[in-house]
Nanobody, 124 residues
Framework: VQLVESGGGSVQSGGSLRVSCVAS????????MGWFREAPGKEREGVAS???????RYADSVKGRFTISQDNTKNTLYLSMNSLKPEDTAKYYC???????????????????WGQGTQVNVSS
């Protein structure tokens, strides 16, 4: 299993970005997938995840601004980010798990596969 992220970059506060994660070695529709982020000096935290049945969930800090989606024909997971804030600055990681669900808290140690991350910088 390999996960490769892309699409990070630098934007001003209020701007938008979309990050992508291309998966290989398995079919995205059969696994739970999600986005996590890690800022300097902070623990990795869940941003959004989607289960194999399509159930999605978001961290309170991004609800209404971020949208997780997947294109199973392209084996690709997306995170569309709008109204970005400086506190969204972090390295964003794609994650995949064989679990029946992918919680955003308390599950980081159990996630089987991670991408290498893509940096998102939001300036004020």
């Amino acid at each position: 299993v390999q996960l490769v992220e892309s699409g990070g970059g630098s934007v001003q506060s209020g701007g938008s970005l979309r990050v992508s994660c291309v998966a290989s070695g398995y079919t995205t529709s059969t696994y739970c997938m999600g986005w996590f982020r890690e800022a300097p000096g902070k623990e990795r935290e869940g941003v959004a995840s989607i289960d194999s049945d399509g159930t999605s969930r978001y961290a309170d800090s991004v609800k209404g601004r971020f949208t997780i989606s997947q294109d199973n024909t392209k084996n690709t997971l997306y995170l569309s980010m709008n109204s970005l804030k400086p506190e969204d600055t972090a390295k964003y990681y794609c994650a995949a798990s064989e679990s029946f669900t992918l919680p955003l808290t308390g599950f980081v140690p159990y996630i089987e596969w991670w991408g290498q991350g893509t940096q998102v910088n939001v300036s004020s």
